[in-house]
């Protein structure tokens, strides 16, 4: 609203100045070849010009700012032409009003003509206006349209990372009470640990069900959940090394994705007291690296086709470098940026 009101001062003085200037000069040469026009009518009818265009410049900037914006029909075609004819009304009335003005306070002789001296120059005027109307108005719808966009694409994003986020939490307890069917078998006393710690990382998704991105140090924290469940199930056989420094534990990452690289390596490796299966975690400037020692399974079973790709895309929808994956014959390690 602020920037019409500045818009239609502006343009109005401008518009003011481009017409008073050239009868300031044509007044300044008259007087200097001493032709009969006295210095205080050339002033009057200076000022009468100026405060004519300013205010003749903002009625039709209100007009074509604010009044056509109250449509009256629905039909484009009926609307575009009723403001033409009703810009054409306030030329006429425009003109007429000013013109008996000056008639009446500024002693002009009425044979002037009326359609050189108003007309014309009102119909020029409506012309500007209406021209910087449209000009603001596409610039306006421009810039709405430019945020419905921005609003789709990120609503779609939403929409998606939920729907991968989604995938994760079944897929998880799915794996996690396999697990536990064992442990009962084995130790009573460990699955009601294993429950506890369950429990806890149920907690972490609940709590950040609305989250995109998590504190590395959040990551850790359920990190330690999901490793107590893993140690009860593989014993010696699996270890995760942390070597994250402590600066770096505020940077942000996808929320769950440490687990699905640690899930991802058990997935596709051989644990066990005789193998085991080491998961290094460290941090490199702007960079998260997860590293495991390979030994890999003959099969797979399960997973559905999630872990990596998953976390690819969930990288892809927040507009993050996208992870890198390098594999030796010795090791599997997986880059993720940082926030």
Same mark, same amino acid.
Request: charged letters at 20%; glycine letters at 4%; a positive charge.
């Given at each position: 609203?602020?920037?019409?009101?500045?818009?239609?001062?502006?343009?109005?003085?401008?518009?003011?100045?481009?017409?008073?200037?050239?009868?300031?000069?044509?007044?300044?040469? =008259?007087?200097?070849?001493?032709? %009969?026009?006295?210095?205080?009518?050339? &002033?009057?009818? *200076? #000022?009468? @010009?100026?405060?004519?265009?300013?205010?003749?410049?903002?009625?039709?900037?209100?007009?074509?700012?604010?009044?056509?914006?109250?449509?009256?029909?629905?039909?484009?075609?009926?609307?575009?032409?009723?403001?033409?004819?009703?810009?054409?009304?306030?030329?006429?009335?425009?003109?007429?009003?000013?013109?008996?003005?000056?008639?009446?306070?500024?002693?002009?002789?009425?044979?002037?003509?009326?359609?050189?001296?108003?007309?014309?120059?009102?119909?020029?005027?409506?012309?500007?206006?209406?021209?910087? =109307?449209?000009?603001?108005?596409? %610039?306006?719808?421009?810039?709405?349209? &430019?945020?419905? *966009? #921005?609003? @789709?694409?990120?609503?779609?994003?939403?929409?998606?990372?939920?729907?991968?986020?989604?995938?994760?939490?079944?897929?998880?307890?799915?794996?996690?009470?396999?697990?536990?069917?064992?442990?009962?078998?084995?130790?009573?006393?460990?699955?009601?640990?294993?429950?506890?710690?369950?429990?806890?990382?149920?907690?972490?998704?609940?709590?950040?069900?609305?989250?995109?991105?998590?504190?590395?140090?959040?990551?850790?924290?359920?990190?330690?959940?999901?490793?107590?469940?893993?140690?009860?199930?593989?014993?010696?056989?699996?270890?995760?090394?942390?070597?994250?420094?402590?600066?770096?534990?505020?940077?942000? #990452?996808?929320?769950?994705?440490?687990?699905?690289?640690?899930?991802?390596?058990?997935?596709?490796?051989?644990?066990?007291?005789?193998?085991?299966?080491?998961?290094?975690?460290?941090?490199?400037?702007?960079?998260?690296?997860?590293?495991?020692?390979?030994?890999?399974?003959?099969?797979?079973?399960?997973?559905?086709?999630?872990?990596?790709?998953?976390?690819?895309?969930?990288?892809?929808?927040?507009?993050?470098?996208?992870?890198?994956?390098?594999?030796?014959?010795?090791?599997?390690?997986?880059?993720?940026?940082?926030?």
């Amino acid at each position: 609203m602020k920037n019409k009101y500045k818009i239609s001062i502006s343009v109005s003085l401008a518009l003011t100045l481009f017409f008073i200037l050239p009868w300031i000069s044509i007044f300044d040469q =008259a007087q200097q070849f001493q032709q %009969a026009i006295p210095g205080e009518i050339a &002033r009057k009818r *200076l #000022l009468f @010009l100026a405060i004519s265009v300013f205010i003749g410049s903002l009625i039709f900037f209100q007009f074509n700012f604010y009044w056509k914006s109250a449509r009256l029909v629905k039909n484009a075609l009926v609307s575009s032409l009723s403001q033409f004819l009703i810009n054409l009304l306030l030329i006429i009335l425009i003109s007429g009003f000013f013109y008996r003005v000056s008639i009446r306070l500024l002693d002009i002789d009425p044979e002037t003509s009326f359609v050189s001296l108003y007309l014309i120059r009102n119909l020029g005027i409506s012309v500007i206006t209406i021209l910087v =109307a449209y000009a603001y108005s596409a %610039a306006e719808k421009s810039k709405l349209d &430019r945020i419905n *966009l #921005l609003t @789709l694409k990120n609503q779609k994003m939403e929409t998606e990372l939920s729907a991968l986020k989604a995938q994760v939490d079944p897929h998880f307890l799915f794996n996690s009470l396999n697990s536990l069917t064992g442990v009962i078998r084995e130790n009573q006393k460990e699955a009601v640990k294993f429950v506890g710690h369950l429990s806890e990382t149920m907690r972490y998704t609940l709590d950040h069900k609305d989250t995109n991105l998590v504190t590395l140090r959040q990551e850790i924290e359920y990190l330690k959940s999901y490793e107590f469940m893993m140690k009860i199930r593989f014993g010696d056989g699996f270890k995760i090394d942390n070597q994250i420094e402590n600066g770096d534990l505020d940077k942000r #990452l996808p929320q769950f994705a440490l687990q699905l690289l640690v899930e991802n390596a058990i997935k596709h490796n051989k644990v066990s007291k005789k193998n085991p299966l080491v998961i290094r975690i460290s941090t490199d400037s702007e960079k998260l690296k997860v590293c495991n020692n390979l030994q890999p399974k003959t099969t797979v079973s399960g997973g559905y086709g999630l872990g990596l790709s998953n976390l690819s895309k969930r990288y892809e929808l927040l507009k993050m470098d996208p992870i890198e994956i390098d594999k030796s014959h010795e090791e599997f390690t997986v880059t993720l940026s940082l926030l």
